[in-house]
């Protein structure tokens, strides 16, 4: 027994298609916002100085981690595998 797929449903499929799409194309964009807002966010707190946060960070001097410069540039270091994959995505295309 088959069953025929009425002209709305197809349409609702196309829809739900290019929202599927959209979204991918968005969370693609975020990953690629990640690391250069974190480096810009470390930047910031070294020129500007760091404030009541970093000193909750850094109250204990326990580690060369500690403090908010550090964690941005750690945080910028784990979300630029969006960035890396990008870049080896063109380099390939661009050699075949």
């Known amino acids: 027994m088959t069953e025929a797929c009425p002209l709305s449903s197809a349409t609702g499929a196309n829809r739900d298609g290019r929202a599927v799409t959209a979204a991918r194309d968005l969370a693609r964009w975020l990953a690629l916002a990640a690391t250069p807002t974190f480096a810009i966010m470390a930047l910031l707190t070294a020129v500007l100085g760091g404030g009541p946060a970093d000193m909750l960070c850094a109250a ?8 908010m410069i550090p964690m941005y540039l750690l945080m910028s270091a784990f979300h630029s595998s969006a960035w890396l994959k990008l870049i080896s995505d063109r380099r390939r295309a661009a050699r075949g």
Do not use: V, Y
């Open 60 to 67: 204990g001097h326990a580690s060369l981690l500690s403090g």
